[in-house]
């Protein structure tokens, strides 16, 4: 079975950091651009960062360009979000997936909730 399960939420106060990881299973992902993308109440799911297949080209929505870093392991089949400085505004659930999204990749989510 593919899945990809995101891990590493939870509550932080603002001006903290989050570190999220994402574990695929079931096949290999470095075929695709993968991205992280957040729900917040209320709102619709948008895109935060993406990773090209090799790591090293990365880029950002202008809302978390600065403060958050994506980065990849292809050995290991995982995708990291290292979110600095959080905000109230970053208070979302956070998934995984290829970039552009595959609808049979969505995961649960991993809720992010930065209090002030």
């Known amino acids: 079975q593919v899945q990809l399960v995101e891990s590493g939420g939870g509550l932080v106060q603002v001006g903290g950091s989050l570190r999220l990881s994402c574990a695929a299973s079931?096949?290999?992902?470095?075929?695709?651009?993968m991205g992280w993308f957040r729900q917040a109440p209320g709102k619709e799911r948008e895109f935060v960062a993406g990773v090209d297949q090799s790591g090293y080209i990365t880029y950002y929505s202008d809302s978390v360009k600065g403060r958050f870093t994506i980065s990849r392991d292809n050995a290991k089949n995982t995708v990291a979000l290292q979110m600095n400085s959080l905000k109230p505004e970053d208070t979302a659930v956070y998934y995984c997936?290829?970039?552009?999204?595959?609808?049979?990749?969505w995961g649960k989510g991993t809720l992010v909730t930065v209090s002030s």
């Open positions: 079931g096949r290999t992902f470095n075929i695709y651009h």
């Open positions: 997936n290829t970039k552009p999204p595959l609808p049979e990749y």
